[in-house]
Nanobody, 124 residues
Framework: QVQLVESGGGLVPSGGSLRLSCAAS????????MGWFRQAPGKEREFVAT????????YYANSVKGRFTVSRDNAKSTGYLQMNSLKVEDTAVYYC?????????????????WGQGTQVTVSS
């Protein structure tokens, strides 16, 4: 079992930045692939970014590539999503997730554990 708790969301003007954190507890965090997803009202949950166990491989959705950076600190059992140049369309609840099977995935159902989500609102 892995418990995930996101933090760092909030209200930010367009063009601003936020850093989300995902604190993990339970089984060894470093053995899990970590992903970030988001869900806007009335829309399906969508992939944002993923990072493998070592942090050596990262993948991003085209909509955030070049603006968002995913990272992790296994010693602190914490993952991060640095979001720069935020746009109004980035407004959503952001979730971190962990999967035990090796290999990156942008599919929500591939992930075994989920946090409760943190709201990010970007104002125009």
């Amino acid at each position: 079992q892995v418990q995930l708790v996101e933090s760092g969301g909030g209200l930010v003007p367009s063009g601003g930045s936020l850093r989300l954190s995902c604190a993990a507890s339970g089984r060894t965090f470093s053995s899990y692939v970590m992903g970030w997803f988001r869900q806007a009202p009335g829309k399906e949950r969508e992939f944002v970014a993923t990072i493998n166990w070592s942090g050596g491989n990262t993948y991003y959705a085209n909509s955030v590539k070049g603006r968002f950076t995913v990272s992790r600190d296994n010693a602190k059992s914490t993952g991060y999503l640095q979001m720069n140049s935020l746009k109004v369309e980035d407004t959503a609840v952001y979730y971190c997730a962990a999967k035990s099977v090796p290999g990156s995935s942008y599919v929500p159902r591939a992930y075994d554990y989920w946090g409760q989500g943190t709201q990010v609102t970007v104002s125009s």
